[in-house]
């Protein structure tokens, strides 16, 4: 067993800005992993199925962690989140990154699997802190299935 | 009249109402026998129109009732056949709800609508049962006019949708302001972010004045964030239920007490009077409630005032209240209604920030946890802030 420490981080997120801030934050906290984005829900399901353009897994590994807001185009959030749980074989922790604080939805996120729930910070800072903690737990401590 | 051998009718024994000679004949094989003229007080007496027609179709008696219902004159309705006294469409109601009856004893119902000759129509409800007697079947019809029970069941339907109605726009706002505020949090991350990232690149180029202008545009986002934050707070307080359960103050209080919010103040001293009363509550509302109080006490200080806190509960008959008090700025009498409304902030100088929500949150979060908050304030003698909210029953 080995830890995560570089296994690929999938990003499932349609704001650019956020996508912007959020490699920024990962480069300042020395996250060296391969980081991949997918903009749509549908697409995240695509890349977790290996399927379509994401046909190779050599080229497109199961990720060590996937962060994904809720509010997705085609497939929300929580749907992805569902789509992920009824196949439990591919272990990794899903973590949500997202505007919402709403009771509702965090109580839907955690009974739809999710690992963690974190509210996206406002400023740089705290961004900072965030990549800082995603990179000493989530990828320095955490255990997912050694990736073939 | 009632015999006195009835009167002292011995517990335990059904005492007949029948009167004595009635001419009621019991009928061998359980077929009812026409109750004739019996209890004739209560027949002509009762609230609802009551019927006896013969198999003919004929009146053979009716009562008051009976008569008001259908307009009827005294000397029309004294004999004569049902079918003058209604209208032909209800009359054919009516006999097909007679042809329904059988002869075993049951009492069939029906409603349908009755309109005389001259009335309008009235929605009724039947209770029929038929009988044989003096050789003939005849019928005893129980009309019970339901336009009241109509009415009121249209007025609770009425308050049944509106009710849906009210429901789903309450969710509809909520689900609203919800996603707008989802939504403006993500430029307003956008602005602060870049102008972060403007401000670390010409740290040394920009002048004194540009990097003002970031900073403003930078302390803007943060404020307009904050104010969302603070708005979707004060909506959610608006859900439809909220479940009150005894919470520990005393433990509440304590660990909101010991991470007091960063002001950029200097350290405030919070002390906290003995040990807290639990109350009834939830506990979302009260963490809302007590931080919101603790972070008013520690901001609204006059400059270079070290701020100082102090906490404690009393029994207020069946409620239990909480003080915060501070050696703030004060409050003028006649902004102490104002401030717990929402946007409404008294005359501050300039650097203490706030979204103006927070006292509004209070009340409303005290107020949805059947309680109610308030203050004691004079201008330069600092505030006593109060919840009072219900007592955990022993």
Redesign the interface.
């Known amino acids: 067993m080995k830890t995560n420490s570089d296994g690929l981080i999938l990003v499932v997120e349609d704001?650019e800005?956020?996508v912007f801030?959020l490699k920024m934050a990962f480069e300042d906290a020395h996250i060296v992993n391969p980081v991949h984005v997918v903009s749509d829900g549908e697409a995240a399901i695509r890349y977790l199925a290996g399927e379509g353009e994401f046909g190779d897994r050599k080229k497109y590994p199961l990720p060590a962690l996937m962060l994904l807001d809720l509010?997705l185009p085609r497939c929300p959030g929580l749907d992805l989140l569902r789509w992920v749980q009824e196949r439990k074989v591919l272990g990794f922790p899903a973590i949500v990154f997202t505007?919402?604080?709403?009771?509702a939805d965090i109580k839907a996120a955690y009974a739809a699997g999710v690992a963690s729930f974190v509210v996206?910070p406002?400023?740089?800072e705290e961004?900072r802190h965030f990549a800082g903690l995603i990179r000493d737990y989530w990828l320095g401590c955490n255990m997912v299935p050694p990736r073939l | 009249m009632v015999t006195a051998r009835q009167r002292q009718c011995p517990s335990g024994k059904r005492a007949s109402w029948r009167q004595e000679g009635s001419r009621e004949r019991a009928v061998p094989g359980g077929i009812p026998a026409r109750p004739a003229a019996a209890p004739r007080g209560l027949f002509q007496a009762a609230p609802c129109a009551s019927v006896l027609l013969d198999g003919a179709g004929n009146l053979s008696d009716f009562n008051e009732a009976f008569r008001a219902l259908l307009g009827l004159k005294r000397t029309r309705a004294a004999s004569g056949s049902f079918s003058a006294c209604v209208e032909r469409g209800s009359l054919a109601e009516f006999l097909r709800h007679l042809r329904g009856c059988r002869l075993d004893g049951n009492v069939s119902a029906a409603s349908i609508s009755l309109q005389s000759q001259k009335g309008s129509a009235i929605p009724v409800r039947l209770h029929t049962r038929m009988f044989r007697g003096e050789g003939q079947t005849g019928y005893h019809i129980v009309i019970i006019d339901d336009a009241e029970r109509m009415a009121a069941h249209e007025l609770e339907q009425c308050a049944r949708e509106r009710k849906a109605q009210l429901q789903w726009t309450v969710s509809e706002l909520e689900s609203f302001s919800?996603t707008l505020s989802?939504?403006m949090?993500?430029p307003?991350?956008?602005i602060?972010?870049?102008a972060?990232?403007v401000a670390?690149a010409v740290t040394d180029s920009a002048s004194d004045e540009t990097k003002a202008y970031l900073g403003r545009i930078?302390s803007s986002?943060?404020r307009l964030?904050a104010l969302i934050?603070d708005v979707?707070r004060y909506s959610?307080l608006g859900q439809a239920t909220v479940e009150i359960g005894p919470v520990d103050l005393n433990d509440l209080v304590r660990s909101i007490a010991e991470e007091p919010p960063d002001l950029g103040a200097p350290r405030a001293k919070i002390e906290i009077a003995g040990r807290l009363l639990p109350v009834m509550g939830h506990e979302g509302f009260l963490t809302q409630c007590v931080s919101n109080l603790l972070s008013n006490a520690i901001k609204f200080v006059a400059p270079g005032v070290k701020p100082r806190v102090r906490i404690w509960t009393e029994t207020q008959g069946a409620f239990v209240q909480l003080w915060v008090s501070d050696n703030g700025v004060g409050i003028a009498q006649q902004d102490q209604a104002r401030i717990f409304k929402v946007f409404e902030r008294c005359q501050h100088p300039r650097e203490i920030d706030g979204t103006g929500i927070g006292l509004a949150i209070v009340r409303r979060a005290a107020e949805r946890m059947s309680g109610s908050a308030g203050v004691e304030s004079q201008p330069g003698q600092g505030s006593k802030f109060w919840i009072k909210l219900r007592r955990l029953r022993p």
């Open positions: 704001n800005d956020d801030f509010k505007s919402s604080s709403y009771a996206k406002l400023t740089v961004r | 919800y989802h939504n949090r993500s307003i991350r956008a602060q972010g870049y972060e990232l670390e930078m986002a943060r964030d934050q979707l959610s």
